[in-house]
């Protein structure tokens, strides 16, 4: 005798594949602690002590250079000069003529901790991938590591300072990566492969 599936299975069936295929479009995103937690074997930085943008990425046209005496009380992660993006344009944005994975500076420039640090990451169709925030110590210098690392590709970035006023974003030494991690199974995953096994279950016991 044909048997068709009980409608509430099919139900079921359909809305776990319509949360794996909801997750199956969001990067799995990854804060970094520091320059040390970088998994790529092959990377890019830029200090801009002597220019702003690279080969691989490009930043704002508003974007400047000024000394870390400046713009950071003279302090810095390395060399004497930080990458500057005042209140009024901000946030600083880079684009990337090849896909990243990590992404991770250094930023400063915080002389009031009334503000979050967010860096955002967005695909090739300028698409939010995620975001990670960082609470600024208040000191002013440029001595803070913000980074994260995306299983997607990464196509531009910004780092603002929480719709502040107070402060132009200042980074320093900032670092990509290119190679994406292996990442384990999506726990959604799992859990279709168990609806699938439940349902086959059910359709026995309904046949026997």
Known sequence: MRR???PSGSAVLAAMMMVV???ASAALITALTG???FTSTTTSSQDFESSINT???TFDATAATYTAAAATSGVTSSGSRV???FPGVSPLRAGFTSDVFEIG???GNDDTAAFTATLAVFDASDV???SVTATPNGNDFADQFIGLRSDMAIRSMTISYGGATCCAIAIDDFTVGFEAATVPEPATLTLLGLGLAGLGYRRK???A
């Open 4 to 6: 068709t599936m009980n």
């Open 21 to 23: 295929s909801a997750n």
């Open 35 to 37: 320059f040390g937690d």
């Open 55 to 57: 080969s691989v990425f």
């Open 83 to 85: 990458l500057v993006e």
């Open 105 to 107: 500076m250094i930023f």
């Open 128 to 130: 939010l991938l995620g």
């Open 205 to 207: 016991r309904e046949a």
